[in-house]
């Protein structure tokens, strides 16, 4: 079932408690509008066909109404009752979505918009991943819902996992909140909605929603420092000799960098540069070898090193699992 979910990531097939609510309203919002498409189409529709021009004479001018107060209040009067009532009802949807409280011990994350990736913390838990979020998934007898926090170091960004909640934009000196309730299981796919520069298309977003003990796994398996595998050493030394460091994370390593994805658990991620590919050896040593030859514009360097330096390296990387 969950399979079949992720394979639309439409808002129309929610999952999560925000989203339903959302598709709610959108259904709300859909059926008034095609009320109005019936009721002008069924007009004009009328019109065409009863004041249409018939045999060969000079067409007979339907009645010529002017100045009617009657049919100048209704044109008026109604369109305005509508938006009334269209804004009534977003705004208690949106106060409804906004004030859920948040339970003492939910558990809190935050995501970080960069250019063009997505920095995934979990403060309470000491993991921080990227591009792919990781989550319990909550009983609908005990609902607990999970609040995101959302910043971002450049530009603006916005969040959307379409089947979980509603879109939040992710702004620069700015802290949004979204919360997820995930009802079931499975993986749901996300992507940036704001157009954030070149490769804003390759901003791609994965959340994995898992049974609890599934999710405590994950984590206890997150929260431990790098695998420091003996056959990958001459890897592991270039890596920390090299400017690697000063972007990226290995716990466990001298490399502490901040500005790129957090590698410590490299392999536990399905795909490289925020979707741009799978997260195989042979895409990883692409990437190595020069970034921008698979995402355009990538702001990792391609960093001159001998295809002996890249096979290293790649060896490397692909024991952090
Ligand atoms: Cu980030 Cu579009």
Redesign the pocket.
């Known amino acids: 079932m969950a399979a079949d979910r992720a394979a639309s990531p439409s808002m129309f097939s929610p999952v999560s408690t925000p989203a339903f609510q959302i598709r709610e309203i959108a259904f709300f919002v859909i059926g008034i509008a095609a009320a109005i498409f019936l009721v002008v189409g069924g007009f004009t529709a009328y019109a065409i066909a009863r004041y249409r021009r018939r045999g060969a004479g000079p067409a007979a001018e339907p009645p010529q109404v002017y100045g009617s107060t009657r049919i100048e209040l209704a044109w008026t009067v109604v369109p305005l009752l509508i938006v009334v009532v269209l804004f009534l009802v977003t705004a208690r949807y949106i106060w409804g979505i906004e004030r859920r409280a948040q339970p003492a011990g939910s558990l809190e994350i935050t995501v970080v918009?960069h250019?063009?990736w997505w920095e995934v913390r979990y403060p309470a838990l000491g993991i921080v991943t990227a591009n792919q979020i990781h989550l319990p998934v909550s009983d609908p007898d005990r609902p607990a819902p999970i609040f995101i926090t959302l910043q971002s170091v450049d530009?603006v960004?916005?969040f959307w996992v379409p089947q979980l909640a509603g879109k939040m934009d992710?702004i620069p000196n700015k802290t949004n909140r979204v919360w997820v309730e995930p009802l079931v299981p499975g993986t749901f796919v996300g992507q940036?909605?704001?157009?954030?520069?070149l490769q804003?298309a390759l901003?791609l977003l994965t959340v994995v929603v898992h049974p609890r003990e599934e999710f405590a796994r994950w984590a206890a398996a997150q929260q431990l420092p790098a695998r420091d595998d003996v056959a990958a050493r001459a890897g592991r030394e270039l890596f920390a000799s090299l400017a690697c460091i000063n972007c990226h994370t290995i716990r466990g390593t001298p490399a502490n960098g901040v500005f790129g994805p957090d590698l410590t658990h490299l392999m536990s991620r399905a795909t490289i540069g925020a979707g741009a590919a799978p997260n195989t050896a042979r895409h990883l040593r692409a990437w190595i070898d020069n970034p921008a030859a698979i995402k355009s514009g990538a702001l990792m360097p391609a960093m001159k090193l001998s295809q002996d330096e890249v096979d290293k390296l790649t060896a490397y990387l692909v024991t952090l699992r």
Do not use: D, F, P
Not at 192 to 197: I, L, M, Q, T, V
């Open positions: 918009g250019q063009w530009v960004h916005s992710v940036c909605a704001e157009y954030c520069g804003h901003m």
